[in-house]
């Protein structure tokens, strides 16, 4: 085959293997400390990225995140000893995502989930500046709502609390604008590659 055609056919080979590793989806894991009383705050990683989720039974007031395992629709991030002894989400408790450590990479867009929002139940988020002040502006309906996408890059924090009785964070993913190393890898060896291949082309010629 003409290397006219070979070497484009080559990069775009390369391009189209390496490009799936950008902007790729980064969920993280609310179970990876475990299930139960995790603290008023942990530091939950994945993908390289990290992000900070605390505890509020009220303004001002610290709880303990609880992460509750009991399957089906009930499996997700919560605060221990709400009133229901469901160790959920229940006003005027609420938990805070911190957003910094993902602006600082650019990363201004996270899609939330909820678990154990059945009809009747709901839950509310908001975005503010303030550790440990809830700012729930925008209420959701349980049966309705499976999540949200919330796009903010002048706030710090997400809060998220509840409406009416109790629900549970089940998930939360951003997508991350970075490369991986491993993709960085193969577009570099595959452009020398292509590199020694052009070198030994216009040496022959």
């Given amino acids: 085959m003409n290397s006219r055609v070979v070497v484009p056919l080559m990069l775009v080979a390369i391009l189209l293997v390496a490009a799936p590793a950008f902007a790729s989806p980064v969920s993280f894991n609310f179970g990876q400390y475990g299930s139960g009383d995790l603290g008023p705050s942990r530091t939950f990683t994945a993908g390289g990225l990290t992000l900070n989720v605390s505890a509020w039974m009220n303004n001002f007031v610290a709880g303990d995140l609880y992460y509750n395992s009991r399957g089906f629709d009930e499996t997700g991030l ?67 709502d499976a999540g949200v996408t919330i796009t903010d890059s002048t706030h710090r924090y997400i809060d998220i609390g509840a409406t009416s009785f109790d629900v549970l964070l089940g998930a939360a993913t951003v997508n991350n604008p970075a490369p991986e190393p491993s993709s960085l890898l193969l577009l570099g060896s595959g452009l020398i590659s292509m590199g020694g291949f052009l070198k030994r082309k216009m040496t022959r010629e």
């Fill in 78 to 144: 919560g605060i221990a000893n709400t009133s229901e002894g469901h160790n959920e989400i229940q006003s005027p408790s609420f938990l805070q995502l911190d957003m910094s450590t993902l602006q600082s990479k650019g990363i201004n867009t996270i899609t939330l989930s909820f678990q154990s929002v059945q009809a009747g139940e709901g839950w509310k988020e908001g975005e503010s500046t303030v550790s440990g002040f809830y700012a729930g502006l925008n209420a959701h309906s349980g049966g309705t």
